[in-house]
């Protein structure tokens, strides 16, 4: 592969992996599911819950609850009151399965917020009759001011069957559609982009030597003085949200562009080298 297809892909890669890491969730609470439950409230009539050893997706076994009645019934499994955001979109994960369900069943999510109970269900991800595990997400949307201080995780039944329960976590994410992080990663990568691309095809005909090469250092001085800023506010033990996209970008930046400007520039020397040539003939 020549120099210059080179930089064009590892300049177009870079440009779609930044804002895609920059898709930061915090793992805010993981429960772990080891031995038969504790639960701090009384379970809905009909419901029974227990530790199955034997079925787990993690392998580390389940949470088996099942359900006897006709009605409709929430089953709250995992409670964490040690929660401080707002303004976010929380998100309960875990892996379900299933057996004999009449009507379907979901994953459900409810946060308490000024005294007031709020819920969120899986509804589009239900299970119905019998289902091998499958990964569920459910989205808890909180605007600026609206911290919970109880947040409770399980499932909801609309009629009699048995479901699993696995790998449950707690993330919080950016609510706002144009966070920090992916407005950095983006315009990072897309600069990164256009100046891989431009360097891989201008470098190879010997053109804009000073602005390709001047441009590339800016860009790797600019992703150094990002690293440093993300280590000085880990050490300030500043919020995640600060220095996770600095260090994110800014040591992908210092470890892919840095590399390539040596190459950038033996490129131009090849070109160089060859308009000489063509110039003694």
Known sequence: MKAGHRLLLTSFSLALLLPAGCANREDLARFTI???????????????????????????GSLRVDYDGAAAVSVPLFETTEVNVDDCMLEYSLLMASEGLKKPAYAEMTCRVD???????????????????KKVRTPF?????????????????????????DGVHLYRRASRLLSFEAVLG??????????????????SKGRGRAFILGSGIALAVGSGLMLL???????????????????????IGVFVITPLIPGVRKQYERSEERRMRAADI
């Open 186 to 203: 983006s315009i990072f990568g897309v600069l990164a982009g256009l100046w891989g691309g431009s360097a891989g095809i201008l470098s």
């Open 115 to 133: 005294k007031n109970w709020y819920f969120s269900r899986a509804l589009k991800q239900a299970l119905i009759a019998s289902m091998p595990w």
């Open 141 to 165: 949307f909180l605007q600026a001011g609206q911290a919970p201080d109880r947040i409770r995780l399980g499932v909801r039944f609309e009629g009699a069957g048995s479901v699993w329960v």
């Open 34 to 60: 080891d031995g038969e439950p504790s639960l701090g409230w009384v379970v809905p009539a009909g419901v029974s819950v227990s530790f199955d050893p034997d079925f787990s997706e993690t392998g580390n």
């Open 229 to 251: 800023a993300g280590v000085f506010l880990v050490i300030v033990k500043a919020d995640r949200s600060f220095w996770y996209p600095l260090l994110l970008v800014g040591g």
